[in-house]
């Protein structure tokens, strides 16, 4: 059983390059999420998707999309990447609903030059 | 909003000493509490969790109870060893369909041997 799985790994862009991070998970999971882990601040929400069709805003959306592609595939892009980007980027998925347990990916290690 | 305070780290300990780390919540409601371990160079992963007041969660000789009378749910060990050495987050749920957790800052414990 995979759980959730990322790519890629690592990841090194110039200023104003895109990329597209994906995340897949393989738990019959409602709701999948995007966060960012930055040194002193914890983990921040960039986007979450409650159920397949839906995707929603949440603390630190700007500069990034998503597209919830099915029910296993949420993945996370950067159109015109920066600096302030570099961080790392972790997936999780839950059931929804009461269901709340989130379960993580191994996160993706990005560097923007 | 929902908010968490985490007790700020970091904390470095001997080997068999007795951990607490102290974690107070805002939330709407009657959330699910929860507390994550991120081990070195991996994604978080569930450490326990509580749903409802004066539960107690316990794993791998940790526990936490959910005290609703103080908005906490403080996270302890009687005897930490060298492999527990890790970051633990606090995080309450947002309750049925808020779909979302809060993340604290994170605890990096150090356990020397």
């Known amino acids: 059983n995979a759980g959730v799985t990322q790519t890629p790994k690592f990841q090194v862009l110039k200023t104003g390059q895109s990329m597209t991070l994906q995340c897949a998970q393989d738990m019959n999971h409602n709701s999948m999420y995007w966060y960012r882990q930055d040194p002193g601040m914890g983990l921040r929400l960039i986007y979450y998707?409650?159920?397949?069709?839906?995707?929603d805003k949440g603390e630190v959306p700007n500069g990034y999309n998503v597209s919830r592609l099915n029910k296993r595939e949420f993945s996370l892009r950067l159109e015109s990447a920066a600096p302030s980007q570099t961080s790392v980027y972790f997936c999780a998925s839950s059931g929804g609903g009461q269901q709340e347990t989130q379960y993580f990916g191994p996160g993706t290690r990005l560097l923007v030059l | 909003g929902d908010s968490v305070t985490q007790m700020e780290g970091p904390v470095t300990l001997s080997e068999e000493a007795f951990l607490t780390i102290n974690c107070t919540y805002t939330a709407t409601g009657y959330p699910s509490l929860f507390w994550y371990v991120q081990y070195p160079g991996e994604g978080l992963q569930l450490l326990l969790k509580a749903t409802k007041a004066d539960d107690k969660g316990s794993n791998k000789g940790f526990e936490a109870t959910y005290r609703k009378e103080t908005t906490s749910f403080h996270l302890e060990k009687g005897s930490v060893q060298v492999s527990d050495s890790a970051v633990y987050f606090c995080?309450?749920?947002?309750?049925?369909?808020?779909?979302?957790?809060?993340f604290g800052k994170g605890t990096l414990l150090t356990v020397n041997p």
């Open positions: 995080a309450p749920g947002g309750g049925g369909s808020n779909y979302k957790l809060t």
């Open positions: 998707s409650a159920s397949e069709g839906t995707t």
